[in-house]
């Protein structure tokens, strides 16, 4: 039994310093999110509404859905969904506010929104975010009879600030 005790202690010894919890986010931290988007802008599909955008890289890891329902009643409304950003987990939008073209496209978003963390201490944050998007015309037509072939959306930027509860 000793022998096992010893044994243990020469692992434990060997073993070096336990690593500390990593610290838990603080009330106040602000934490900056970059949509990492490539050269030419990152394809969020074919323009529709609610403006819509999935899988937006992050550069921090993971990826974020952008879902702004811009024309809700009576306020705007919506959600980011994070997936390994940070511990964020869904954030429900709050407000926004849009520019939009000669064509009625959205070509910036400014959001603001609330959600809580996922890593299972009960935290919540709040943010802003704004997101720059272009267009460009799809060729020939969609769908039956070659109809109206419609605009993909591109995001060009995107930056969101988050404030720890």
Known sequence: MKRL????????FLAGPM???PADEIPG???QIVASVPIGGYSCGRQSYPTNCYGIPA???GTFWLDAYTNAYPSPTGFIAFFGVAD??????TNATTVKNSLGQVTQLAVVFKGNTNDGDGGTYTGSAVFTFSYYKMSGGGGRGNGYPGYVQILTNGSLTITYN
């Open 29 to 31: 931290q602000q934490s």
């Open 19 to 21: 690593a500390a919890a």
């Open 5 to 12: 005790s010893a044994v243990a202690l020469i692992m434990a």
């Open 88 to 93: 964020l987990d869904q954030a429900t939008i």
């Open 59 to 61: 550069n921090v890891g």
